[in-house]
């Protein structure tokens, strides 16, 4: 998240892997970090990295700060401009002085803003050391012009950024009318897409050694769940997105459906995202499986062929002779979509199933709770009233119905061994959080990094969660219905989850943020359109580059190093609001004050490198030991010297 | 001593097998202490058992169920595991195995029937067979028992009874001496030796010791109240100014409530002394008695007057107390889960908290800016003091971060100062306006900073948690009394046992003792509760590395040119009373109108210069502004200064909520419980223990190889060793061969197992003789971490808190030589 910042490494940005100075970084950028992290002073950067060290604050509170000898941290000093270390292909728009920025924190500061086609950066010279604030444009949700007419002719600008933080920037009156405001610029390049240009990260240009569009591959992954096998086969009939556009290509559906069939299946569900497998168990065969709404109406209408495409479910897992379908609606919004001709199963038509509505709200619901939770954290927290103030927002209670829900399909599956169909209205949004979770819960294969980018691109892109509408690239309008942070709720939920299984994940908090920080930046392409379909029309693979590129090529920095493999072991969260708690890292990370007090990451790396040491050594000695036996006792055969174990290593 | 507990003892009830058992258990087979698997402790007699039973698992051990057999005795609700390992009849007696639970520790005795919920109360009835068993306790733990199906329903009923009863009516007297009243049991703590590794605090030279350890010249201890004749609640020895005699400081004592006249607690290596006493005693003005605390700058913090009032704060605990109860139990009145973040907020519990910690944190940097001494006054003394003077050497002392110091700590300024620990815990239900849960709220705010700067303690919240359990136990020395004059006046017929010898203490009220009672174990003494495998979680696996750098939280201004108030003005006095600041006159009152210069010299320091210093300080608490002047001042400083205070984020989000704590077993919440990593520790002790493996192995590879490696001399030392070999019938080739041989079942037993070290105790069958190098890897399996403690260990904590792990090299021995 660093970002990169710092000017003298500008020359070397051409490998990832380069080194930036560690003075430039932690001079510039690392102190906000954002994350939870503060440990992550003396690594290297790859420059693509990210945005947000917004309120850097000024290091004063970056703790790494003073692991650096003056002397270094002096000569970088002098060596600074007031740009930014840009990216490959990031262009300089336009520069000006004088601006102030006014800190909720540590109050007005006087700087230089510099725009350029990817981010807004501001940097103060007064403070020591220099507070730089470094925004990638795509976080900007809106901007507004406050209080213009000024006494002392000051113009002021508001800008609300989608990262749970608000910006207010203010310059002199420019004499010049003719003279665009810096802002104005801004505009330009916060909404390209608005503007007619083009979004970031067709231009961005930087290589890594990993091309992280090849993460993803959906037949190698359904190989890995052991499709196609007797009861389930792969289908093709979707492969130029005739049968549904927002699905991807590449389906699992039960073997005895023929694709005649499924297309009439289709016609039945809504936005004809018929029920496909996304996860199989390995021992029981009990499968999840996700579709959109049935196209009952209120009168209640029935389609043979998606009663016998369930049963067809149901009957691919021998186990049970249940069929759970898990509507993620309140029953009340299920009924109403019956108005729409949409709606949900109803027992009587479908034998063996049962319906079971999760309560988990809509997409407007989510939205307004955040922004509440925005109100509670941004920029002052109310110390008397802070828990009653959080359980205003409702944000904790949302994530825990969801895990509620998540939490009752794996246990169907795992415990129940029986198969479930998840829904909600169009199947995309919190049927996407509901699967992934059960998936991340059921299968210790997604909680390795490389298994959870393969589970977002699966569950979520590849099964067309409306990216680009939920978050709204380089588009200005900002209050589009459309938007919602269903995806940050999914973040949140496992952020949850890690709190609650430390050593069951792979990755860190700081590779959820990152995935949320680019989730806005619009520096990868990963996150841009709204489906397989849409990517690949825009050719996004080959014009962008993957956001896994970038964080497949620097492992170590996303890496838990109490990670535990427990294989096949089902994670059952416990639940309870007593149990969750807020996810202060991301949400309240711009506060300086509330900067985790102690590197103990940093321990526990120490910790790993340690034990790397120490197996290091105890190996070059046995081996030293067992040649020398090996010489000596070549005449005593099965001598007991040969049982020199390697000590296991469980991280 | 078994007379008294056959009175509740149902013999028609029990088994007939268990009634031979018990009958035997009184007789002459006391050695043999094992029934049914139960290790009894001597002179326990099983009362009733039920078997096929299950334990519910919290998150902590790992969830799911566990089965075995449950038993009641006079003392404890014991449950064995099935396949637990057989106990070993010469170990010490351990009063509470991992799964017990003591009886004076049950508050409330639940059981579950096939649609039902009853509260089991001595007197009630049970018209249905339960099929699960939940003691609520009062450490706010919940343990829950199944009962399966093929559990007799006699033993079920039974069972539930005698908890029921036993746990009820039971006075904390029988419960001690069914816990510790066997004769046995006082041999065995008569011959237990204490550790002489923590300070107590009871003899003249402790306190020399911690005088010694601060750096405070200027304070000498005094006996004058050796007799407890000048304050009943102060400790025998008390720290004053070294130019103070005894003659003088008589006198002063009238002038203080209770007698608690200003005493040293703790000196801060700036210099800075922080002293405690009680408030005032108005009546007496007189000129010639106060203590001269005019000799060093004088800040007199009101400790309680940040509290609205102590019995304010104990309703406070006992709604939050209730709550975390309800939230418990599975019936109607439980607090619904969307109401919980408001309803625990409603407890103000954490607003306590936080309170604490700011007070403290006041004095931590007020005593930071060196030179000045603060001066907590209460009214009596003995609550808020000792949370805040505690707190504030938590913060500024790493001593008090390890567990000794922390034990010493806790001994010095809660035990030796009389704090009414028998009343605020109301051990024996009689005065409920007295209880209040003040050390409670401590060990909560200890455990605040912890979990924000876990890496600056080297005891760990498995420590906190296992004293704030032992609180509940009423078979402590330290807890069981209200001062340590009472202390004394129980323990003095007891022999040395636990107190040095001392030449006043066998004419000592001869009176007043109970011969009957059974001598009572000071809670310091883990392993009458822990297994070692527990005690050894009490610390950090790995000494906490010193941070290179300050870590600064924006809080407060920690900047020292802010208040070096005192610096300028040393003989300056200033007295903030009740949060505010007052004339420096009414610090002494009894010197008015006396004394011109000295009032002179208050009225100077009084100038506005210094005044909105501490105000700046205190401003800057508030949040509202940034410490401009951090930015230049606290750049790169080299190494940290160690006694640097650890400033809590008292932020609404950052102030936590004990959840290890106080939502055990929060059993609602677990709708699907799967055993889902059963008994695996945690990643990082096995992530330790592995470290601690390698370095065993490093130590036991290059101990062997060492000498050999140079070639050179290769040859005739392989000729030497395999010599060695021949005598111990040709199994192995070199001397690193047993360890090694040792080190292959290790390696091949699962590291997730817990008392895998413990497990190497035993040498090999085919041990060959002891060798030094053996003798060490045989004492390594006492240190489960890297940096543990080890009793043997004659280092001083503090050198063990900060070692150069970097500099070992190839580490030949054991565990303590490790650590330095």
Redesign the interface.
Known sequence: MEKSGSVDSLGSKRSSSRQPSVDSLSRLSSTSTSTSRSDRSGQAKPPSAMSSDSVST????S????????AS?KVIRESDKEEPQLLPNETVQDMAQDITYFCP???ALRGTVTITNYRLFFKCMD???TFVLDLPLGVVSRVEKIGSASSRGDVSYGLVCKDMRNLRFAHKQLEDTLRKSIFEVLMKFAFPVSNGLQIFAFEYGQVFPENGWKVYDAVSEYKRQGIPNESWRITKVNDHYELCDTYPSTLAVPVNIPDEELKRVAAFRAKGRIPVLSWIHPESQATVTRCSQPMVGVNGKRSKEDEKYLQAIMDANAQSHKLFIFDARPSVNAAANKMKGGGYESEDAYQNAELVFLDIHNIHVMRESLRKLKDV?YPN????????N??ST?W??HI?LILAGA?RIA?KV??GKTSVVVHCSDGWDRTAQLTSLSMLMLDSYYRTIRGFEVLLEKEWLSFGHRFQLRIGHGDKNHTDADRSPVFIQFIDCVWQLTR?????FEFNEYFLVTILDHLYSCLFGTFLCNSEQQRLKEEIPKRTVSLWSYINSQLEEFTNP???N?SN????P??????LE?W?GYY?RW??????????HQ??K???A??AE??K??DE??R??TN??AS??SE?AG???R????????? | MLTGSKTTFKVRQMLPDIKERMLSQTGLNARSRDVFGLRCLPGECVLQRAVMVRKKLTAREGRGWLSGTLFCTHFRVAFVPQDSPKPDDNADPVLLGDHDVALASIEKVVVVGPNRTKLVTPSSSLKFTPEELVLYCRDMRVICFLFDRLTPDAQVIEITYTIAKTAKSGSVLSFQNAALGSVEMKQFLSNRHRDTHMNWFESASDWEQELERCGAMSWRVSSVNDRFEMSTSLSRFIVVPQKVLDTELKKSFAHFNEGRIPRWCWRHPRGSDLLRMASFQNNIYHEKDDIRCEHVGCFLLDAGACFRHLSEMTQTWSDAFSLFRLADISTSVSVPDDKWLSTLENTHWLDYTRSCLRKASEVACLLRGGHLTVALQEAEDRDMSCVVSSLVQVMCDPHCRTQLGFQGLVQKEWVMAGHRFCSRINYRRDNDKEEAPVFQLFLDCVWQLWSQYPSRFQLTDEFLLALHDSIQLPLFSTFLANSQRERCKRSQNLGQTYTPVNGWRDVLHPDSSDPSDPPLPPVWDWSLQYSKPTQDRFTQPVAPTPPLQPLLNGNLNTNPDTHRLADTIPGSVFLLSRGTFSCPANLLPWRSGSSGVYKKSHRRALSSENVPGLERLLKAWALTDFPQALTSTSGPQGPLDPYEPLLPLLMGPCMGLWRECYLRGALHAQAFSHPVSANHPHPVERLAQEVQQLKDKLAQVSSSTDPTTPTATAEPRRTDTNLNQNTNNGTFLFPSSRPQGSGAPRAAAPPTSTNHQTSRGPPPASAPPSRPAHKDTGGSNKHTFLFGHSSGTEARPEQRYYPAPNSAKLPKSNGPSLAS
Not at chain 1, 58 to 61: D, G, K, L, R, V
Not at chain 1, 63 to 70: A, N
Not at chain 1, 500 to 504: T, V, Y
Not at chain 1, 574 to 579: T, Y
């Open positions: 000024s290091a004063e509170f703790p790494e700060l003073r692991v650096k000898p003056k941290a924190f540590t109050g403070r020591e050391p954290v927290i109310e110390d008397s009233h802070w828990l009653s959080l359980e409702h904790l209670e825990k939490l246990d795992e415990s609650q299984f430390p050593a069951a109490l990670y535990v427990y072991h089902v994670l059952f416990v639940v309870s609001l007593r149990h807020l202060v309240i506060n300086p004050r509330m900067r985790p007090q102690e590197p103990v321990r526990h120490e910790l790993l340690k034990r120490l197996q050594r105890v000695l046995q030293e030991v020398r036996s000596s006792s005593r001598s007991p010297t049982s020199i174990t390697p000590v296991q290593t469980f991280v």
